[in-house]
């Protein structure tokens, strides 16, 4: 699936079935060792750049959720 179809399957979706889809895919990923805490690291410092405080201040919330056992908040 390329970033247009990808961008089409998921843009009208509620935030919550967002985040169960991204914990998910997070959780496989880290089983494979896809991901993982640094990895996530990185891609924050390389999106960083390009967000508002806020959305920073949002992808810290969700790496860190993402990051604690079955992404409990």
Known sequence: MNINE???????????????????????????GEMSEGKMEEIYRMLAPMLSESQKARMREIIARLNTPNGQK
Do not use: G, I
């Open 6 to 32: 990808q961008y089409e399957t998921y843009r009208n979706k509620p935030r919550d079935e967002l985040m169960e889809t991204l914990l998910r895919l997070t959780a496989e990923q880290k089983q494979t």
